[in-house]
């Protein structure tokens, strides 16, 4: 049986679950951040150590600015009324990416994050104005300008998910099979689940079989 130390999670297809059920990508959103709870409740279930969540990619801003303030309003009343039940219930908030946010918004994710730095019963990896080729690049830039070694083990030190162990589950819902520029050089040995359910829609089932399924595969790593 396979361990399970990392899952990580795009989570696709809110806006359409939201003109669908509710006439507003919005309201898909909003539907969405209640699935966040129920599979972080279900994490610390099955003892997963981390979560990484791709939340607001870099490629996101091109999306409407109303669409993007809802998001980010959204995410900041999630800070404001829940990080401290997160604190109590031992969970660490990591935030990867770049924070070029509204001052309002960044000074809430520094304060989770130092909040919950010592916590150690999840470590939850929220994915902010990420993308992966820019964290590649710019861990080679960092190895460059201190004159490191160009290897992977220099590599990964650069890397934003340093000390993190590369996931061992990558879940995409929403019935579209890519990987949109999230932790392309973590997710090389990956397995790799596309879900038809629109992310508003995932359950603590699904996720579930996912981890069944997962706990069967023979991983071979490259041998046989």
């Given at each position: 049986?396979?361990p399970?130390?990392?899952?990580?999670?795009?989570?696709?297809?809110?806006?359409?679950?939201?003109?669908k059920?509710?006439?507003?990508?919005?309201?898909?959103?909003?539907?969405?951040?209640?699935?966040?709870?129920?599979?972080?409740?279900?994490?610390?279930?099955?003892?997963i150590?981390y979560?990484?969540?791709?939340?607001?990619?870099?490629?996101n801003?091109?999306?409407?600015?109303?669409?993007?303030?809802?998001?980010?309003?959204?995410?900041?009343?999630?800070?404001?009324?829940?990080?401290?039940?997160?604190?109590?219930?031992?969970?660490?908030?990591?935030?990867?990416?770049?924070?070029?946010?509204?001052?309002k918004?960044?000074?809430?994710?520094?304060?989770a994050e130092?909040?919950t730095?010592?916590?150690?019963?999840?470590q939850?990896n929220?994915?902010?104005?990420?993308?992966?080729?820019?964290?590649?690049?710019?861990?080679?830039?960092?190895?460059i300008?201190?004159?490191?070694t160009?290897?992977?083990?220099n590599?990964?030190?650069n890397?934003q998910?340093?000390?993190?162990?590369?996931?061992?589950?990558?879940?995409?819902?929403?019935?579209t099979?890519?990987?949109?520029?999230?932790?392309?050089?973590?997710i090389?040995?990956s397995?790799?689940?596309?879900?038809?359910?629109?992310?508003p829609?995932?359950?603590?089932n699904?996720f579930r079989k996912?981890?069944?399924?997962y706990?069967k595969?023979?991983?071979?790593?490259g041998s046989?």
């Amino acid at each position: 049986m396979n361990p399970l130390k990392h899952v990580a999670i795009i989570m696709d297809g809110n806006g359409r679950w939201g003109i669908k059920y509710k006439n507003s990508r919005n309201a898909g959103h909003k539907a969405g951040l209640n699935t966040v709870e129920k599979i972080i409740k279900e994490s610390i279930e099955q003892k997963i150590q981390y979560l990484t969540l791709y939340a607001f990619s870099t490629e996101n801003w091109r999306r409407p600015k109303e669409e993007i303030k809802f998001l980010f309003n959204l995410l900041e009343n999630f800070l404001i009324n829940k990080i401290n039940d997160l604190h109590k219930q031992n969970i660490k908030l990591k935030i990867i990416g770049g924070k070029k946010f509204s001052k309002k918004l960044n000074n809430l994710l520094n304060k989770a994050e130092k909040k919950t730095c010592t916590n150690n019963k999840l470590q939850i990896n929220l994915a902010l104005n990420y993308g992966s080729k820019t964290e590649i690049l710019n861990a080679v830039k960092k190895l460059i300008k201190n004159k490191e070694t160009i290897n992977e083990k220099n590599l990964n030190k650069n890397m934003q998910t340093k000390n993190i162990p590369d996931p061992d589950i990558l879940i995409r819902t929403g019935n579209t099979k890519r990987l949109s520029n999230f932790l392309l050089w973590q997710i090389a040995y990956s397995e790799i689940f596309f879900e038809k359910k629109l992310w508003p829609a995932f359950n603590k089932n699904d996720f579930r079989k996912i981890i069944k399924k997962y706990k069967k595969i023979k991983r071979n790593f490259g041998s046989i």
